[in-house]
């Protein structure tokens, strides 16, 4: 997966208010916090139905999610096409939701069939950033990296915005899969 432009240059921040859209505050006390750009791919998401109606299809997204992480549950999957404003203009192109735009969901067809529709556990929110308002899709739980987290069950762990990933319950402890495999390998 590919960043968006501002990818290359850090830009200091305290809130998100201090970052461009299509990115977000990464705040690391006691370091100094900067802007992260939100993570997409050039891997173009847009179909034709029949009757020429173009949308945007997160099966293409959710395809190249299982290519990249094949033991990957599709529940807590967060690839999806977003669309992407650019000086250049509009396009759809695979990304992780985490702080991209509330993308509609369509059938086959090109019918709309949801607005503002972010993946299981992620709310569709408003956001201010330097250059403006966006609605973008935030986990409704976050994990506070680093720290153990105890569960009963997936649903009581949140979402790494380091690893961009969900933590997933492993005998009381919420872990990243690769975690849990190496918990696993240490136990052999």
Not at 39 to 51: E, G, H, Q, R
Not at 160 to 165: C, D, F, G, K, M
């Amino acid at each position: 997966l590919l960043r968006t432009s501002y990818s290359e240059s850090k830009i200091p921040c305290k809130t998100d208010l201090d970052c461009p859209k299509y990115g977000y505050c990464h705040v690391l006390p006691p370091l100094v916090s900067h802007c992260i750009p939100t993570v997409l791919s050039n891997l173009k998401c847009v179909s034709v139905a029949p009757n020429g109606v173009i949308f945007a299809n997160h099966t293409i997204c959710l395809e190249l999610g299982k290519t990249l992480k094949p033991d990957s549950n599709e529940l807590y999957s967060t690839e999806r096409c977003i669309l992407v404003e650019t000086p250049r203009g509009r396009n759809y192109t695979c990304g992780l939701s985490y702080y991209n735009p509330c993308p509609d969901t369509f059938d086959n067809s090109g019918t709309l069939l949801k607005t503002e529709d972010c993946p299981n556990h992620f709310n569709c929110d408003e956001v201010q950033f330097k250059d403006g308002y966006l609605r973008v899709c935030r986990p409704d739980l976050m994990e506070l990296d680093g720290l153990d987290v105890n569960c009963k069950n997936n649903f009581d762990c949140g979402y790494s915005n380091i690893y961009l990933a969900w933590r997933t319950c492993d005998r009381g402890k919420c872990v990243l899969d690769l975690e849990k495999k190496f918990r696993r390998h240490k136990e052999l």
